[in-house]
């Protein structure tokens, strides 16, 4: 099965690659009737754990040819946070509190970057996917204002 992930993200990182809806995918892939579920379970798979990310329009692609960074969210107790990225390097993500997207420290998340570094300046983005939380359950006192 991880050789079969890896021929799909091969194919997925490959330059002329553009994002595809799975129907497509299964034709170019040649995937055999028989294998549809199995296929369907590994693009699951690869999703959930970040490796594919599947947009609005059901269009499969890997992150970092989509303008992507897939990591885990450094919070900061001003609201705001970093994404810390899965790749070594490429450098942190700023996220700003508005656009944390209900993200929560030490959470594994997808950032869209929509500022790129400029000089000495980070990155800027904004989380669009928790890939998995930290921390099941939280403690705390709701107050109702």
């Known amino acids: ?25 299964v ?24 490796s594919i990310y599947k947009t609005h329009k059901d269009r499969y692609g890997v992150p970092e040819r989509m303008n ?26 700023f996220i700003p509190a508005d656009s944390l997207g209900g993200a929560m420290h030490n959470d594994r998340v997808i950032a869209r970057v929509i500022k790129k570094v400029i000089g000495d300046k980070r990155s800027e983005g904004e989380i669009i996917k928790v890939i998995k939380r930290a921390n099941a359950n939280i403690v705390g006192i709701y107050e109702s204002s």
Do not use: C, H, S
């Open 68 to 93: 992507l960074v897939v990591g885990r969210l450094q919070g900061n107790e001003r609201g705001f946070g970093f994404v810390i990225p899965d790749d070594e390097y490429v450098k942190d993500v």
């Open 1 to 25: 099965m991880e050789d079969r992930k890896e021929r799909i993200l091969a194919f997925m990182k490959d330059d002329a690659y553009k994002p595809l809806k799975f129907d497509e995918l």
């Open 27 to 50: 034709m170019v892939l040649d995937v055999q009737k028989k294998d549809y579920e199995l296929f369907r379970t590994i693009m699951e798979g690869l999703e959930a754990d970040g």
